[in-house]
């Protein structure tokens, strides 16, 4: 007899130990029915501890090398005071005064546990210690991340576990806060660790894990801690309850001790800084707020299409409960908590969401590991229908298309941003300046990455002030008490000290600034005063758009957006013009055989650039003077310092027979400048016909190796042509030429009118149309070429005299850095003033045929005279009565704008009333604006009430007084 045996596949519920399985199809549930890899014991272990622990490692390495500072409360609230306990020097906040105490020092002890050996072991290389710091923070968000990946593979399954995991290191969300200084980064490993062990079944371990996030780290984030907490203390409530009141109670005394210890008074951080943002004593308002959306935004912009699934997770969960309520409706519910509660603050920050960071990856994971349970039927439990099968294909391609946004977005804010922090680690490399040097920033405060940045030679680091009138840090006060002091110009009103500002610019050795583009002057462009040791491009957020800047879209990131440059500055040394020993003529010889009988030997190649060029100056020669005297440093012996009466800043340069060393893309080269004496008035000077004329000639030679001639010729002398042309821009001063009949040329002066479209008293839309029309003229160079017209562009000014026609024309100099020629068509036509060339078209034709033959002859000049007179030009008419006019002289393409300069508006006076008395706000400000809508003042009588007085309310209320009174005038002048 034969005996057979069948096999077959045993199904879940035939191993008793496979708790976790799911039921097999019923009628009234599904079965997930994915095939899922085992062990050789048959049970699913999903993802073990090693391949979690490598992938976030290596993520979180990359974090904390790369990651920018994104807030600068990180910096002065946390990076500093940790610099203060290690190094004795740092800036303190309000915050962190004795009188207010509000932020904890046991917070900052925490970090100084590896903070303090790793500036034993790196001694005064301070920037290594901050990165020491910044790594262990990465490692604890790797070991809290695996825990709640592990315990999300073994609850529910290897896909949820790798979903998640990708996620967790790759959107930008989490690759920034996960190395970020925060208490609120803090809390979000808390909630990653308490979350995994709630999973885990760890109820008593994630109760003590909550409390110490929120003790230790943010006490607000309890409200994130609340759903895990409840519901652990359900299930295991004796033993949670101890555990947690017990690690509360002992962190809080601590905290109180610690507290105590460094600012010398009973106090708690903790209970401080809840009484100061719950019981009403909060003035968050103060530093900022936001509307309801801000955080629906922001979290689009961290997380893209994986915040939007995350949102939706409360919408999938009737679908996939059996799946995944209640445990991981109580580990996610956090994220619509905390979302609904911070959406209602006023204060607003990105660093707030930081707590539910993770929770957001595993709820948009759910949603994508669900894709194909909404398809499913009770009839096809085994998922072969086409919908479900295109829902499992989506998932992977969800997925991917979350993760490369995400890397898009982490890419742009790396790339755009991270220029503080590579420009700060420049100043290592000039200690040569000695100790007490003081480094100086202006409006870039914001973004000073901490002193971890500054070496020790660098004596003091100050705030010089560029309009912030806000309350800015001070450096710990040591004898004042360090951290136990108190002193009186810290406040809670945001209210700037007096202070708070370095006053004399010239102490100042270093200088960092964000150069963007807008119409004002940076301090760093002054080339004579300052040289630049280092330069990065910054993106400029509110020029470039928010569809390419958001995300990096190769080429169009680069070619769309608009980049300023972030730069460290260092002061010129100026030296004191030191006489030669040797006569000129002698030294030029001597250098010149040197370098004949060298020649033949020597690997190296010799340019030598006259300064003239026959008759005509050498524009290399020009270019290289001007370009030399701007990269002068110290190691230059000897250099030449001059300013002409009628320029702006001083002219430096290059002494004769100086070297000047000078690399450009790897090419290293070195100039020298030579005088030869003239001996004879009839002497040829091959190159330098007008050499006859002086007593000296001068050229400069150019020396660098035979191999670079190439390179040389035709990249670096290039390159100098262009810099030289923005060099002489900055370096110009405005003149104005007033052209008369009686003189051959017109007689320039220089243009110290201090006018700019900042301070102009004009109505705002009227000066940013005016402001971007003039950048679109002036950046349309290649336009007007292509298209075949002539680069000039023409503005009628008219209205009432005093209405500001003039500071107008000067605030467009200024800004375009142009001269100004002034013609008066009052005598050039003959005697016919501007405001009458409309009566031209009949009594004047009629009666005076040479007027008529004026105006022609002025059309023609106006249409022709850009053609042959260079490039760009800019005419400006300017009249009190347009409809006078002439309509010849009104088409495009002679006044292309026309620009009415009304009486004094409202936005007018409110900038007068700042430019004289540095008024924002003032009670007389409503009646004085009720009064100028009703009667017509010109700015220049405006001008003339404010400055009555130095006394602002005198001053206003002489303003006051001149409207009423012209109110009452009009009013009886209407009557009568």
């Known amino acids: 007899m034969s005996m057979s045996t069948r096999l077959r596949r045993p199904q879940p519920s035939d191993d008793?130990?496979?708790s976790s399985s799911p039921p097999p199809p019923s009628s009234s549930s599904y079965s997930k029915v994915d095939k899922q890899r085992k062990s050789d014991g048959g049970v699913d272990k999903g993802l073990g501890w090693f391949f979690p622990l490598v992938a976030l490692g290596m993520l979180r390495y990359m974090s904390a090398t790369s990651n920018i500072i994104h807030d600068c409360d990180e910096v002065f609230n946390y990076w500093e005071p940790l610099h203060f306990l290690l190094y004795k020097s740092g800036f303190q906040t309000w915050e962190y005064s004795s009188?207010?105490?509000?932020?904890?020092?046991?917070?900052?002890?925490?970090?100084?546990?590896?903070?303090?050996?790793?500036?034993?072991?790196?001694?005064?290389?301070?920037?290594r210690v901050f990165y020491a710091v910044r790594i262990f923070l990465g490692l604890?968000?790797?070991?809290?991340?695996?825990?709640?990946?592990?315990?999300?593979?073994?609850?529910?399954?290897?896909?949820?576990?790798?979903?998640?995991?990708?996620?967790?290191?790759?959107?930008?969300?989490?690759?920034?806060?996960?190395?970020s200084f925060l208490p609120s980064s803090f809390s979000m490993y808390a909630m990653s660790l308490s979350s995994g062990l709630f999973l885990l079944d760890k109820y008593t371990m994630a109760v003590t894990v909550a409390a110490v996030g929120v003790i230790l780290g943010w006490p607000f984030s309890i409200l994130a801690f609340l759903p895990v907490t409840f519901y652990s203390l359900a299930r295991r409530f004796k033993q949670a309850f101890l555990a947690g009141a017990a690690i509360s109670v002992a962190l809080l005394v601590f905290s109180v001790l610690v507290d105590h210890y460094y600012y010398s008074r009973w106090t708690s951080s903790v209970l401080n800084l809840l009484i100061y943002n719950v019981a009403g004593g909060g003035e968050s308002h103060l530093y900022g707020t936001e509307g309801p959306l801000y955080y629906l935004r922001n979290g689009f912009n961290n997380f893209n299409f994986c915040f939007v699934l995350a949102l939706l997770f409360l919408a999938m969960l009737p679908i996939a409960r059996k799946k995944y309520a209640p445990n991981l409706l109580i580990v996610v519910s956090p994220v619509y908590i905390w979302l609904a509660f911070m959406s209602l603050q006023p204060h607003k920050e990105e660093r707030f969401l930081y707590p539910i960071y993770p929770l957001i990856c595993v709820a948009a994971s759910a949603v994508i590991e669900s894709f194909p349970d909404v398809f499913r039927s009770d009839y096809d439990s085994q998922g072969n229908s086409p919908t479900v099968m295109t829902a499992k294909i989506l998932r992977p391609v969800v997925l991917s298309f979350i993760l490369c946004a995400s890397h898009a977005r982490t890419f742009s804010v790396i790339n755009g941003y991270s220029a503080p922090i590579e420009v700060y680690k420049l100043l290592e490399h000039h200690d040569d300046v000695g100790t007490g040097s003081v480094l100086c920033v202006g409006s870039e405060w914001h973004r000073f990455p901490s002193s971890f940045f500054v070496p020790d030679y660098v004596g003091e680091v100050r705030w010089i002030d560029d309009g912030f009138r806000g309350l800015l840090p001070f450096p710990f006060n040591s004898t004042l008490g360090g951290t136990a002091a108190a002193p009186p110009y810290l406040n809670n009103k945001n209210k700037a000290s007096d202070l708070q500002?370095?006053?004399?610019?010239?102490?100042?050795?270093?200088l960092v600034e964000l150069q963007l583009s807008r119409p004002f002057p940076s301090r760093g462009s002054d080339l004579s005063t300052w040289e630049v040791i280092g330069a990065l491009p910054y993106l400029d957020r509110e020029l470039s758009p928010a569809k390419y800047r958001s995300f990096f879209i190769p080429y169009l990131w680069q070619h769309k957006n608009i980049f300023g440059?972030?730069?460290?500055?260092?002061?010129?040394?100026?030296?004191?013009?030191?006489?030669?020993?040797?006569?000129?003529?002698?030294?030029?010889?001597?250098?010149?055989?040197?370098?004949?009988?060298?020649?033949r030997f020597s690997s190296q190649l010799t340019i030598v650039i006259h300064e003239f060029q026959g008759l005509f100056p050498n524009e290399i020669f020009e270019a290289a003077h001007a370009y030399l005297g701007a990269i002068v440093t110290p190691s230059v012996r000897r250099i030449k310092a001059s300013k002409d009466a009628?320029?702006?800043?001083?002219?430096?340069?290059?002494?004769?027979?100086?070297?000047?060393?000078?690399?450009?893309?790897?090419?290293?080269?070195?100039?020298?400048?030579?005088?030869?004496?003239?001996?004879?008035?009839?002497a040829r000077h091959r190159g330098d016909l007008n050499a006859s004329l002086r007593q000296e000639a001068r050229f400069y030679e150019l020396m660098f190796h035979k191999k670079l001639k190439e390179k040389v010729l035709n990249s670096y002398l290039p390159y100098i042509l262009e810099r030289s042309k923005e060099i002489k821009r900055e370096h110009k001063a405005v003149k104005f030429h007033t052209v008369e009949q009686q003189r051959w040329f017109p007689d320039a002066v220089k243009l110290d009118h201090p006018m700019t479209f900042k301070l102009l008293a004009m109505d705002t839309e009227l000066k940013k149309a005016v402001l971007d029309d003039l950048n679109n003229f002036i950046n349309g160079k290649e336009f007007y070429r292509r298209v075949g017209k002539a680069w000039k562009r023409g503005y009628l000014l008219y209205g009432p005299p005093g209405t500001g026609k003039s500071s107008l024309i000067a605030a467009m100099a200024n800004h375009l850095n142009y001269d100004i020629y002034e013609l008066d068509l009052t005598s050039t036509l003959t005697a016919q003033s501007s405001?009458?060339?409309?009566?031209?078209?009949?009594?004047?034709?009629?009666?005076?045929?040479?007027?008529?033959?004026?105006?022609?002859?002025?059309?023609?000049?106006?249409?022709?005279?850009?053609?042959?007179?260079?490039?760009?030009h800019i005419i400006i008419f300017t009249t009190n009565h347009k409809d006078r006019l002439d309509p010849a002289l009104l088409r495009p393409?002679?006044?292309?704008?026309?620009?009415?300069?009304?009486?004094?508006?409202?936005?007018?006076?409110?900038?007068?009333?700042?430019?004289?008395?540095?008024?924002?706000?003032?009670?007389?400000f409503e009646q004085i604006e009720g009064l100028i809508r009703e009667v017509e003042v010109t700015p220049a009588e405006v001008v003339g009430q404010l400055m009555k007085s130095k006394n602002a309310h005198i001053a206003l209320q002489c303003l006051f007084d001149f409207l009423l009174e012209k109110k009452i005038q009009h009013k009886g002048e209407e009557e009568s």
């Open 835 to 872: 405001c009458k060339m409309g009566n031209w078209g009949d009594e004047s034709r009629r009666n005076n045929n040479k007027t008529q033959v004026t105006l022609s002859g002025l059309l023609n000049f106006l249409d022709g005279f850009p053609s042959c007179c260079g490039e760009e």
């Open 16 to 18: 008793p130990s496979s």
């Open 565 to 599: 440059m972030y730069k460290l500055l260092r002061r010129q040394c100026l030296f004191k013009v030191l006489p030669t020993t040797s006569s000129p003529t002698n030294f030029g010889t001597t250098s010149i055989r040197a370098s004949n009988i060298s020649r």
């Open 99 to 127: 009188q207010f105490a509000l932020r904890s020092y046991l917070y900052i002890l925490f970090h100084a546990l590896v903070g303090q050996p790793a500036s034993w072991l790196f001694a005064e290389e301070k920037v």
């Open 501 to 510: 500002y370095l006053r004399d610019l010239d102490q100042c050795t270093f």
């Open 140 to 179: 604890l968000s790797v070991i809290t991340d695996t825990v709640l990946v592990v315990a999300l593979s073994r609850k529910y399954g290897k896909r949820l576990a790798s979903y998640t995991l990708a996620m967790l290191c790759l959107t930008s969300g989490c690759f920034f806060a996960s190395t």
């Open 893 to 924: 393409g002679l006044m292309d704008m026309h620009i009415h300069m009304s009486y004094c508006t409202t936005s007018a006076f409110k900038q007068l009333a700042f430019n004289y008395h540095g008024l924002c706000h003032h009670n007389l």
């Open 646 to 682: 009628k320029e702006k800043k001083l002219a430096v340069s290059v002494d004769r027979g100086e070297e000047l060393a000078d690399a450009y893309e790897n090419v290293q080269v070195k100039w020298k400048l030579i005088y030869v004496q003239v001996k004879s008035p009839f």
